[in-house]
């Protein structure tokens, strides 16, 4: 995640990724990729957490 500049970028591939992974118990964890608290917010609406 960290390897993009953007957070528009980031937050887009966090959502992609989301359906790929295998622990999504703990996906909570690229939270900290964001530097915004809405990044989080419509990360977390968008995967229904």
């Given at each position: 995640?960290?390897?993009?500049?953007?957070?528009?970028?980031?937050?887009?591939?966090?959502?992609y990724?989301?359906?790929?992974?295998?622990?999504?118990?703990?996906?909570?964890?690229?939270?900290?990729?964001?530097?915004?608290?809405?990044?989080?917010?419509?990360?977390?609406?968008?995967?229904?957490?």
């Amino acid at each position: 995640m960290k390897l993009f500049s953007f957070e528009e970028t980031r937050l887009e591939f966090a959502k992609y990724a989301y359906s790929k992974v295998i622990d999504k118990e703990n996906y909570y964890q690229v939270n900290d990729a964001f530097q915004f608290e809405n990044s989080i917010e419509e990360l977390n609406n968008s995967i229904g957490q």
